[in-house]
């Protein structure tokens, strides 16, 4: 059975740090292109970004609103992937969520069940 | 970057069928999208993926009432013979090269 488990969420004030854990069981992680997504109180589902797999080269992206504060890691031995937060706003206020990333149309993507961050003086 | 388009709301009576649209923007219409249903205060959870010849494929354990379908722009869910967990927000998504975007949802109540 797959599962993605985040942890490492909690409240934080503006300027702050957090790093948030994914940790991923019951499928072939190394192999696996990887996103964050978050989704602020009442609102839609955001992007935050991607990792690609080590043997696809271990690209990374990144949505305009966090580049160049957080940024995406993966541990394969470990089977985790992880996402550092710098210089939280308030409105990197969200659910952050960890999933799947398969290109193929034949391929099911699956979601952890978040971890929630609050940005709040 | 392709951006989607989805209506805010659908209603649909208990037992009856519901068709969401998620639209891709101009010059994407051959893009792969995802369907992802959201329960209330649930984490997103995948349904399947359609591509632009219509073809889909579910994830595991997704009911037969759920399909997708496609023409042109637009990518379809069809939710059959609708049921009260049915009341949920549902997403489509696609990617690019180097970005993922989603749609910005559909509330579906069932009436």
């Known amino acids: 059975e797959v599962q993605l488990v985040e942890s490492g969420g909690g409240l934080v004030k503006p300027g702050g740090s957090l790093r948030l854990s994914c940790a991923a069981s019951?499928?072939?992680?190394?192999?696996?292109?990887m996103n964050w997504v978050r989704q602020a109180p009442g609102k839609g589902l955001d992007w935050v970004g991607r990792i690609k797999s080590k043997t696809d080269g271990g690209t990374i992206d990144y949505a305009a609103p966090v580049k160049g504060r957080f940024s995406i890691s993966r541990d394969d031995s470990k089977n985790t992937l992880y996402l550092q937060m710098n210089s939280l706003q308030t409105e990197d206020t969200a659910v952050y969520y960890c999933?799947?990333?398969?290109?193929?149309?034949?391929?099911?993507?699956?979601w952890g069940q978040g971890t929630l961050v609050s940005v709040s003086s | 970057q392709p951006v989607l388009t989805q209506s805010s709301s659908a209603s649909a009576s208990l037992g009856s069928s519901v068709k969401l649209t998620c639209t891709l923007s101009s010059g994407h219409n051959k893009h792969i999208i995802a369907w992802h249903q959201q329960q209330p205060g649930k984490a997103p959870r995948f349904l399947m993926k359609v591509e632009g010849s219509g073809s889909y494929n579910k994830g595991s354990g997704v009911l037969d009432r759920f399909s997708g379908s496609s023409s042109g722009a637009d990518r379809y869910l069809t939710i059959s013979n609708l049921q009260s967990e049915d009341e949920a927000d549902y997403y489509c998504e696609t990617w690019d090269d180097n970005s993922w975007v989603f749609g910005g949802g559909t509330k579906v109540t069932v009436l």
């Open positions: 019951g499928f072939a992680f190394s192999g696996a292109w």
């Open positions: 999933t799947t990333a398969h290109l193929s149309v034949y391929d099911t993507d699956y």
